[in-house]
């Protein structure tokens, strides 16, 4: 006769193990950072009235290009608590070989358009946005923003990353 504890003990190593084999078994998407999206700002302070220009470089890290790019900008929590901080962004360019070129839009979302058509494998594109503080702003606060993004590839797959967090700008009074 058969112990029930037994049977019972088979069937789960049996499940285990097939637990284990199918762990470690590579996954389609080995790429752990397949579109990283980074910022940068050409000066970590401003005054009222002064401009900042934001920089958004997005990487492909992938063996295939990148087809369409979505992103959202918006700004931080603590941004939105400073009712007295007045900005807006003014402008935007694409840097491409032969220099800059304008963008399609500057913001909150749908910023995506604006890294241009494909992105071959191992390339990157930046995107700068100008940051303009109002002169009636208030002062002695930092402007934050952070993004979602999501990128498809030529090989039918995507990433999504999120939220990734600009540098803060200070604005200063003069």
Avoid at 83 to 112: E, H, M, R, V
């Amino acid at each position: 006769m058969r112990s029930p504890l037994l049977g019972r003990l088979g069937l789960t190593a049996v499940l285990a193990l097939l637990l284990a084999v199918c762990g470690l078994a590579p996954s389609a998407s080995a790429d752990p950072a397949p579109a990283p999206l980074t910022f940068a700002t050409d000066s970590a302070t401003t005054t009222p009235g002064g401009t900042v220009k934001l920089s958004m470089t997005l990487t492909n890290n992938r063996t295939y290009d990148i087809w369409f790019v979505y992103q959202t900008i918006d700004p931080t929590w603590l941004t939105t608590q400073r009712p007295d901080l007045k900005y807006s962004f003014t402008g935007c360019s694409l840097a491409t070989a032969s220099g800059s070129s304008a963008c399609a839009g500057t913001g909150p979302s749908n910023l995506g358009g604006n890294y241009g058509a494909t992105i071959p494998p191992g390339q990157s594109r930046t995107v700068t946005l100008t940051l303009q503080v109002a002169a009636d702003s208030g002062c002695n606060g930092n402007i934050g923003f952070y993004s979602y993004y999501y990128a498809e590839f030529s090989d039918s797959a995507h990433t999504d990353g999120g939220p990734v967090y600009a540098p803060e700008t200070r604005v200063v009074c003069a």
